[in-house]
């Protein structure tokens, strides 16, 4: 049901996935984010890449890259990187979407919970 209604934003997500691959392949930008990260004080994480049978790696996925986002804009313009980048009202989409998935995944573990066994 969650990813029946993520095809709705198919063209933001694969916006951000295309990021997430980017620095997945390049070490130069895998580096250049972790030094940005650095500089602004920000937690230095690995963005996480989605995995299609699993809609909550998704959830992390966008969380991760919404809590990177400013690092993520400033390393791709500095290292001037040839991808989709994301407009401010695809921005604020991820924001919503990130808040209704942890709604489901909420109710995804407390029904995975022993108390439903």
């Known amino acids: 049901m969650v990813r ?59 969380k991760q890259v919404l809590e990177s986002k400013d690092a993520i804009i400033s390393t791709l313009a500095l290292i001037n990187a040839h991808i989709d980048a994301l407009d401010q009202e695809e921005w604020e989409a991820l924001q919503k979407t990130c808040t209704v998935l942890e709604l489901f995944e909420q109710v995804t573990v407390e029904i995975s919970s022993e108390r439903y066994s």
């Open 4 to 62: 029946d209604a993520l095809k709705v934003m198919k063209t933001t997500l694969d916006k951000v996935k295309g990021m997430v691959e980017f620095f997945h392949k390049s070490t130069r930008a895998t580096e250049k984010l972790k030094s940005t990260q650095r500089q602004m004080d920000m937690p230095e994480l690995r963005l996480k890449q989605d995995c299609a049978t699993r809609w909550n790696s998704t959830l992390y996925m966008l």
